[in-house]
């Protein structure tokens, strides 16, 4: 199984978002979710738990996580491991 640092967890959730962006159908379901607008999206970017909501909104989805893994040769289990990582993914077992 792969492993992912920080640079990698971030780069993912990046490349993420721009294959969403190139999609308007899942740019919209994105959007409508979030409920930021697309002239917000790159402000949104620096915000602390915006790149793990990213991650979180392809691991929700099952076929668009599968989709966009097929399409870039990308582990999916990387999603999970990456989102831990991020600030605002992080899941504490309580």
Same mark, same amino acid.
């Given at each position: 199984?792969?492993?992912? #640092?920080? #640079? =990698?967890?971030? #780069? @993912?959730?990046?490349?993420?978002?721009?294959?969403?962006?190139? #999609?308007?159908? @899942?740019?919209?379901?994105? @959007?409508?979710?979030?409920?930021?607008?697309?002239?917000?999206?790159?402000?949104?970017?620096?915000?602390?738990?915006?790149?793990?909501?990213? @991650?979180?909104?392809?691991?929700?989805?099952?076929?668009?996580?599968?989709?966009?893994?097929?399409?870039?040769?990308t582990d999916p289990a990387l999603f999970q491991q990456a989102l831990n990582l991020?600030? =605002?993914?992080?899941?504490?077992?309580?």
């Amino acid at each position: 199984m792969q492993k992912i #640092d920080l #640079d =990698g967890a971030h #780069d @993912l959730a990046i490349s993420s978002l721009v294959f969403l962006s190139q #999609d308007g159908e @899942l740019l919209s379901r994105f @959007l409508a979710l979030t409920g930021i607008t697309s002239d917000q999206i790159r402000i949104a970017a620096q915000e602390p738990g915006f790149l793990a909501g990213v @991650l979180q909104f392809y691991l929700a989805h099952e076929p668009t996580l599968l989709r966009y893994c097929t399409e870039t040769g990308t582990d999916p289990a990387l999603f999970q491991q990456a989102l831990n990582l991020l600030p =605002g993914g992080r899941q504490e077992a309580y």
